[in-house]
């Protein structure tokens, strides 16, 4: 008689070894992180308190959810996983609160946007960490360059399979996502005629752009462990890709987006990948093939230059029936098909905000360019810029 040890040992020397595991979450569930600008209340340039700023935190308990950046004058803000959208403002405005408090003992002010308006990359520094520094060896001047302020949303799928397949569906809405967070058009003290700069600075990573069009689990487990192997990577961290698998998490990120001036702002961007997950894994209304990705940097610029102005080029069955659409009609048309899959008010309320951006091309970008020309200074619109942040209502065009 074989003893059950021994089953137990033949059975683990035939299974294969998981290279990379992926943990299995919750569907749709969501989260997101928020890089945030700390300036100084002189002349609004970035102030490198990063560090310090993370001792006044209080209650400490919130410590594990803010969070160091690459350079001193940016810090990171980590939601908890939610369900519903609501309670993902509500946790935020805890947040944004424990900040606020902070700030104050370093007389700072805390801001969204997706880019500084007028720092100089040379002149930040890098945060005391040895991956931050490592990637400053590695990577020179762009370690520094990165000093730029986006949203990451992670959607939660139960294995890697949906994940992958998920990466590439949400592809197709880069230019959603862009057009609407788009909130960095000055850079270095001038205007980029971007609408997110930002998106740009991010590119110039060598891992950056896209995920191959892998969709089996087990083949991006091959492909990871070849790249990891020869050295290129150390860890998923080393993907720049606009969106990625999180094996770890059990989640798909989404990494175009620029930081929105407000954090009700970015709870809808959140609940937006939310809604499209559900629609995605549910009816599955893409096939991943080779071609899949060609038309994706025309439209990744487009959004980045235009907003919702931009266009957005569609295949057809046919090349004869490929098209072009203003983004905003593209995601109205979206937005309208996502009702049917709300679950309560906040969701429905969620679109609203949204098909109103939509429908008036209203954005953060647009904000910040009237801004300036009415008071004729960044620093003054630097200065607005937080207050907006750090108060208590979203703008106008927002309510």
Same mark, same amino acid.
């Given at each position: ?81 939610? %369900? ?26 805390? #801001?969204?946007?997706?880019? /500084?308006?007028?720092? /100089?990359?040379? &002149? ?11 990637? *400053? ?30 990466? /590439? ?6 230019? /959603? ?21 930002? #998106? ?25 462990? &070849? ?20 094996? &770890? ?9 620029? %930081? ?7 709870? *809808? ?58 983004? *905003?009609?593209?995601?109205?048309? *979206? ?38 020309? &009415? ?10 810029? #937080? ?13």
């Amino acid at each position: 008689m074989i003893e059950d040890t021994q089953i137990d040992s033949a059975t683990a020397a035939a299974a294969p070894q998981e290279i990379l595991p992926f943990t299995s979450s919750s569907p749709f569930t969501m989260g997101i992180e928020l890089e945030l600008q700390l300036v100084n209340r002189r002349n609004y340039n970035l102030a490198s308190d990063a560090v310090d700023l993370l001792t006044w935190i209080e209650p400490r308990d919130l410590q594990k959810q803010i969070k160091l950046e690459m350079t001193q004058g940016m810090i990171e803000l980590n939601s908890d996983v939610h %369900t519903r959208v609501d309670h993902l403002i509500e946790e935020l405005k805890g947040l944004r609160a424990a900040l606020n408090r902070g700030a104050q003992y370093l007389n700072i002010d805390v #801001s969204g946007g997706g880019a /500084h308006p007028f720092q /100089h990359w040379n &002149e930040q520094r890098i945060t005391p960490s040895e991956r931050f520094h490592h990637l *400053h060896e590695k990577y020179g001047y762009l370690a520094k360059t990165f000093t730029v302020f986006g949203q990451h949303i992670h959607v939660g799928v139960p294995n890697g399979d949906d994940a992958l397949y998920l990466t /590439h569906a949400f592809s197709r809405f880069v230019p /959603h996502f862009i057009a609407l967070s788009a909130a960095s058009p000055f850079y270095q003290g001038a205007d980029t005629k971007f609408d997110s700069s930002r #998106s740009n600075v991010v590119r110039a990573f060598p891992l950056s752009g896209t995920a191959p069009t892998l969709t089996r689990w087990s083949d991006f487990e091959a492909y990871y462990d &070849e790249l990891l192997r020869m050295g290129i990577i150390g860890s998923m961290k080393d993907f720049y890709w606009d969106i990625r698998p999180k094996p &770890e998490y059990g989640t798909v990120e989404i990494r175009v987006c620029d %930081t929105p001036l407000t954090i009700e702002h970015a709870a *809808h961007l959140g609940c937006y990948a939310q809604l499209l997950a559900r629609w995605i894994l549910t009816e599955r209304p893409f096939v991943i093939a080779n071609d899949f990705y060609l038309l994706y940097q025309y439209n990744r610029f487009e959004a980045s230059r235009y907003g919702l102005n931009g266009s957005i080029a569609l295949h057809g069955n046919n090349p004869a029936d490929s098209s072009k659409l203003p983004i *905003h009609e593209h995601l109205l048309g *979206h937005l309208q098909d996502l009702q049917r899959y709300t679950q309560n008010d906040a969701e429905q309320l969620t679109l609203k905000r949204l098909r109103h951006m939509a429908e008036g091309r209203l954005s953060d970008a647009a904000w910040l360019r009237q801004t300036f020309t &009415e008071r004729g200074s960044l620093n003054d619109m630097m200065r607005l810029s #937080s207050e907006l942040w750090m108060g208590q209502k979203p703008p106008p065009y927002f309510q």
